[in-house]
């Protein structure tokens, strides 16, 4: 299953609110991509939506995982640290052999 880290790159209409963007969370989509890349792992870093918790940003969500506060480029590399621990790879299904099934049955 791809790992896809969504980095809410939300700019709030009112300047004087809080906004992940705001807080660096464009930055942090950048600095994100040079960690994967240097450790050799391929997640897709991809800019959300607000996610809801935006006096908190910057926020990012593991899909399928956790969801972070405060997450600051600076930070990237203990973010990706935390993630490798605390969103457990999830099994691929075993694949079947194409001759598994009798499709179509004999004599069809
Ligand atoms: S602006 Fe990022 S959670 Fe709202």
Known sequence: MERTLLVCGTFRMNLTTPSCAAGGGLQLMDALRSELLARGLGWTVARSVCLGHCTIG???????GPLLHGCR????????????????????????????????????
């Open 58 to 64: 910057p926020n990012l969500k593991a899909r399928g």
């Open 73 to 108: 480029p600076e930070t990237a590399a203990a973010i990706i640290d935390r993630l490798l621990v605390e969103w457990p790879v999830e099994e691929e299904p075993a694949e079947v052999a194409a001759d598994a099934c009798d499709w179509p049955p004999p004599g069809s």
